[in-house]
């Protein structure tokens, strides 16, 4: 046994032990370090390297190490042997990655807003917002020699005549309980019960003098980032939400590595662990924490989820989703409970899965588009996720057509040096003096916050500010010089936004050329997406009356500078708005209304899927949105009239 | 019913640019038609043929070039000769001795030997980096500076190193800029936008869009050059109507049709056959996708693609 030592940038670090002839990489994982490793460990990437500061590593050199590199310690995670005690020091491929796994807090009154806004839309459309799950008060007489009645005989009896039904079931989690509750009660008991046509089924048992609610949990499992809330069933009311990065994030940035990653053995299990028992599990148990309920008070639970997601949270086999002809395991699937995952939530709760409608156009975009209300409206609208897949809707009542595009994690900060989510520190807007070239910005936090990172919204802003103000040309690459404008050995510029002296954080918060490209990339995906879609229909973008954006990419998004950058169809600034997490705020309604979780099948079953990746002029069109603003400048009028 | 042609020119233009100085200055572009249309429009200018020399001599080429050559010793009585080939409209030196991977020779070496050939001929010349981009982008600087007043051709300013060529060769010199990107029409217009913002004219940029040796996924690149025409004719896109030019030969030469040996290949044939066969086809593929000037090496190829031309006008 060995003991290896990952030292972070910011100093922290993690000590592990492991065996002799152990992978670095695979030591990292099991220990939770997270080394990006986007090729998933096959030395194809280069982006897994580590730098030994004490002891060896059997590692041999690759072509993603130069000789100098080599001969100063820098080795490649995922080639590297465990032959000793060591100690490496690991790229802070940011903080923010450690942020991305922070677990949040309760929800701001905008947040909470957004919710209930989507709840009175549904309302309004004239779906009721009740659900099946209630509580039952029964008093039972007790048992005496006279009276034998066996414990669930006596309580079936008691619900039937309370309920009107005729049949009552009577799980084992309550059986096993029952005496004992019945007996501290003296028989006086209150039941979460879910009523159907079929008659009553007992989820559980307490003391009437127990104060009983029903809880139910809606998650939204992105690629990246999973968010929850926590709300009582009856009234709708959220008494929790959180949010953190996906854990199965160390094994590969996107669903393609994720689903290699699950091929191998063992795999499968571990992409599942790595979602349920490292992400959804703390998620859950911190936000019943913070609320002080049981998490077995959960009796219902809704996941909304791209369609790899949802494979890998179910553990089924992801690889035909990869694979020619791209089919899944299952498009609606709700057969499951909360006991078959290993869920922390009460075992007999009965998990719904918003439905996918294609390999790449999964649950989180049925749910969200139940909750843009697009199905609505007679007019023509587009709902836009702005996830590590774009996925775009575009229709109106009457017909609705969808597709995704691969925009990457840019938007939630993904991919991005000094990235992150929308939590505190997160530049979320800025704007830059043309002249000087001072920024100015705000940042999420209390006030006086120091900024540590951007987030989606901040980028958005910063990218258009440095070209409206010709710091960089329309290539993203820097044209300007001056004190905040470096350049490295090689050549890449960067903006500093803030020095380290001012910013929250060990390294100056800054934008490179290369988080601009990838962020040119992401928003080029979105647009030509959208106009693609749009083509093949015969429509362009003047046919619009809403647009629609949601995702993780900051509440703070300035669709003015969204679209100076050329990431959104240039139409007035009226027809858009945010709609923050739409697949977790249109989880939450599923959760609550049954009528809405039949309307979101309803929608899937509907929707057609168009595959952008077969359509001919995707790829020219992708192309030619990669340059700020477009390579087509007659897309963009208003800018030119600036 | 007899038939009655109805021509239908596209109101639409190719920037007409001119190359070198004098009489033997030439014109590309300036066409209002798809390639060899002319029972559309008149094509004011027939497409033309560079010839292409390199600063390493031409021991390592075919026998035909050599004999072409024969006993020159030097770049400059290289460079007269090619200016003097059948079917020649310019001179196309490529300084392949500036490659730090290679020669490395100094970019003062090579601008003094680029301002010796041009002093030498009268044909228009252009000059090809040795694509290296950070090289290209301090040697194409200097031979701009050491070639004013000859109004050559500078191949080429890329993505990597568009602002100092462009700076120098289209705005500080007076030469004529050339365009290169990777056979994309969307990558194409965006290097003529970076170089329009930078303060090139458009009138002074020729675009080289790339191209692949037949059989090579040359569809993708008929392609590119079809739909480059056509938004830059049927679209008026003026960031897409700059005149294109094509090197052929730097690609054809790289293929194994052109490089296997006959004692490799006895069943291919002559392998002198094989790599005109190559210059030709991809150059008359080119040239009917729309390049108005294609760049070659060998005298047989110059002398038969220069007569297609006569022949299609």
């Known amino acids: 046994m060995f003991q290896i030592t990952f030292k972070f940038e910011n100093g922290d670090d993690v000590i592990v032990h492991a065996l002799q002839g152990e992978n670095l990489l695979e030591v990292a994982r099991k220990a939770n370090v997270a080394i990006d490793a986007p090729c998933s460990g096959n030395a194809s990437c280069g982006k897994c390297r580590v730098k030994l500061l004490s002891g060896e590593l059997d590692s041999q050199q690759t072509r993603h190490i130069t000789d100098e590199e080599y001969a100063s310690g820098y080795r490649l995670a995922c080639v590297s042997k465990i032959v000793g005690d060591v100690s490496v020091e690991v790229p802070d491929i940011a903080s923010a990655y450690k942020s991305r796994m922070k677990v949040a807090d309760l929800s701001s009154p905008e947040e909470i807003a957004i919710f209930e806004k989507t709840k009175s839309q549904i309302v309004d459309s004239g779906i009721q917002m009740v659900n099946d799950l209630s509580v039952v008060e029964v008093q039972m007489d007790e048992p005496t020699l006279d009276d034998t009645m066996p414990d669930n005989e006596r309580l079936t009896r008691a619900l039937q005549e309370a309920g009107g039904v005729e049949k ?50 809606a998650v939204d ?56 028992e490292e992400t959804l599990n703390p998620l859950t148990l911190s936000m019943c924490q913070s609320a002080k309920i049981g998490s077995d008070q959960i009796y219902r639970m809704c996941v909304a989820a791209n369609s790899t997601m949802n494979h890998l949270f179910a553990g089924v086999n992801a690889d035909p989703l990869r694979c020619e002809p791209y089919i899944p395991a299952f498009f609606e699937m709700n057969g499951f409970k909360g006991a078959d995952l290993g869920l922390e939530i009460n075992p007999n709760a009965r998990i719904i899965i918003a439905p996918n409608i294609g390999s790449y156009v999964g649950g989180d975009i049925t749910a969200g588009t139940l909750a ?22 575009f229709g109106n009542s009457d017909f609705m057509m969808s597709c995704a595009c691969s925009a990457g994690p840019a938007f939630e900060g993904g991919d991005i040096s000094c990235g992150m989510r929308a939590t505190d520190g997160a530049i979320e807007a800025c704007t830059i003096d043309a002249e000087t070239m001072e920024p100015s910005y705000s940042v999420i936090g209390d006030e006086g916050e120091k900024p540590v990172g951007l987030c989606g919204s901040g980028i958005i802003d910063v990218i258009s500010e440095l070209f409206r103000c010709g710091i960089i040309n329309a290539k993203g690459l820097f044209v300007r010089e001056g004190k905040r404008v470096r350049h490295d050995e090689f050549g890449m510029g ?38 693609v879609m749009l083509e093949s229909l015969g429509f362009d973008v003047s046919v619009l009356e809403h647009v629609y954006v949601a995702g993780g990419i900051g509440s703070g998004i300035n669709m003015k500078n969204a679209i ?35 309307k979101v099948h309803d929608l899937g079953r509907n929707m057609t899927y168009m595959e952008l990746s077969t359509h001919p002029g995707y790829m020219d069109a992708f192309v030619a949105a990669c340059f700020i603003p477009h390579t087509d400048a007659s897309l963009f009028p208003s800018l030119a009239q600036r | 019913m007899p038939f009655k042609l109805t021509p239908q020119p596209f109101k639409a233009a190719i920037k007409e640019v001119e190359v070198g100085c004098g009489a033997k200055a030439i014109k590309l572009g300036g066409e209002k038609t798809f390639p060899f249309y002319s029972f559309d429009a008149e094509m004011p200018n027939a497409p033309k ?60 070496e090579c601008a003094e030997l680029a301002k010796a050939v041009a002093d030498a001929i009268d044909a228009p010349l252009a000059i090809m980096g040795c694509k290296n981009d950070e090289k290209d982008g301090e040697l194409l600087v200097k031979v701009s500076e050491v070639l004013e007043g000859k109004n050559a051709m500078i191949l080429s300013a890329k993505e990597a190193n568009y602002k100092t060529i462009g700076a120098s060769a289209g705005m500080a010199y007076g030469q004529k800029v050339g365009a290169e990107s990777a ?49 830059a004719l049927g679209q008026n896109d003026d960031m897409l109507q700059m005149p294109i030019i094509t090197p052929i030969s730097t690609e054809t030469y790289g293929v194994k049709e052109a490089i296997a040996s006959e004692d490799d290949m006895p069943e291919w044939g002559s392998q002198e056959t094989r790599a005109i066969d190559m210059e030709v086809v991809t150059a008359a593929a080119c040239l009917a996708s729309g390049s108005n000037a294609v760049i070659l090496r060998h005298p047989a190829s110059v002398a038969t693609v220069s007569t297609m031309i006569k022949e299609l006008m």
């Open chain 1, 372 to 393: 843009s209300m697009i199905w609505d409206k007679p007019e023509f609208s587009v709902f836009i996720d702005l996830g590590t897949n774009g996925e775009i809707v």
């Open chain 1, 494 to 531: 960067s903006y500093v936004l803030a020095f380290k002296e001012d910013a929250g954080s060990v390294k100056d918060v800054e934008i490179t050329e290369v988080d601009i490209d990838n962020f040119v990339r992401a928003k080029g995906a979105i647009f030509s997406g959208i106009n």
């Open chain 1, 168 to 217: 009552v079931t009577l799980p084992y989690f309550v059986i096993k309980k029952l005496p004992d509750v019945l007996r501290d009660s003296h028989f006086h008991v209150k039941c979460v019960v879910k009523k159907n046509k079929h008659g009553f089924y007992v989820y559980d048992i307490k003391d009437a003098a127990e104060d009983v609610k029903v809880y139910g949990l």
């Open chain 1, 564 to 598: 100076s950058i050329g990431m959104l169809p240039d139409i007035p600034l009226e027809k858009y708005e945010y709609i923050g997490n739409s697949s977790l705020s249109g989880a939450y309604t599923i959760l609550l209304s049954k009528e809405a979780e039949e």
């Open chain 2, 49 to 108: 043929v560079g010839v292409e020399i390199s600063d390493l001599g031409f021991e390592n080429e075919v026998a035909g070039i050599k004999d072409f050559y024969g006993d020159v010793t030097n770049v400059v009585e290289m460079a007269k000769k090619a200016a003097a080939m059948e079917g020649a409209d310019f001179v196309v030196l490529r300084l392949e001795s500036a490659d730090p991977n290679g020669v490395n020779k100094s970019v003062d």
């Open chain 2, 183 to 231: 056979v994309d029409i969307n990558l194409a217009k965006q290097l003529n936008v970076l170089l329009t913002q930078l303060g090139v004219k458009g009138e002074t940029v020729v675009m080289n869009l790339g191209t692949a040796a037949a059989g090579y996924g040359y569809e993708y690149v008929a392609s590119t050059l079809d739909r480059t025409k056509a938004a």
């Open chain 1, 221 to 276: 499992i992105g690629t990246t980032t999973v968010s929850a809330v926590l709300l009582n069933m009856e009234s709708g009311e959220i008494i929790a939400k959180a949010s953190a990065g996906n854990g199965q994030i160390r094994f590969g940035a996107d669903v393609i590595n994720r689903i290699i990653e699950s091929c191998k053995p063992g795999g499968r299990e571990k992409m599942q662990k790595a979602i349920i």
